[in-house]
């Protein structure tokens, strides 16, 4: 947790208290249910949240923007984003039931009013969203294609609607049919940690 304080100091008590909840609660689903890989549930907020704080390094978010998380898994990196953005709303979704499950029981526990979850394919959703966030789902031209439609023509915000990806490793290959609008930054820009050494947001407007 001293992680996420360093890089975000300025969270309220209530940020501060759901953010401090989420280690005990990842820790017991994650013995019913492997949401997060047993060797890494130690480097919870390192690997997992602070990871997904990348993304709100990167833009600030107006109130009431709509954040469509696809492929959530255990609700990385919505969950997250949706504590340090209580005034945006989230939709989470995953196509397995079980991970879900996970994301609506953590939400629940810590009073995330601004996050729901669905069980749902990609292909599935038919909603609208200013942006479309992902970790590592799937290469970049393929998750282009499934959330074009879910991307929303109306503007609110200082940067274009689109899609922000976390990625790590070699990103040329999958970022090259985009070369002329795709922005890639390394996220140890922001943060010193040697684990984010090779890790990226991908940005992408549509």
Known sequence: MNTILKYFPDLTPRQRSQMEALYALYSDWNQKINVISRKDIEHLYEHHVLHSLAIARFVRWKPGTEILDFGTGGGFPGIPLAILNPDCHFHLIDGTGKKIRVVNEVAQAIGLENVRASHLRGEEEKGRYDFVVS??????????????????????????????????????AETHPFRQSVEVVDINEWFDEEWFNEKHIIYLPL
């Open 135 to 172: 970790r590592a789902v799937m290469p970049l031209p393929d998750l282009v294609r499934i959330i074009r439609k879910n991307i929303s023509k109306t503007q609110r915000n200082a940067i274009a609607n689109g899609v922000i990806c976390l990625k790590g490793g070699d990103v040329a």
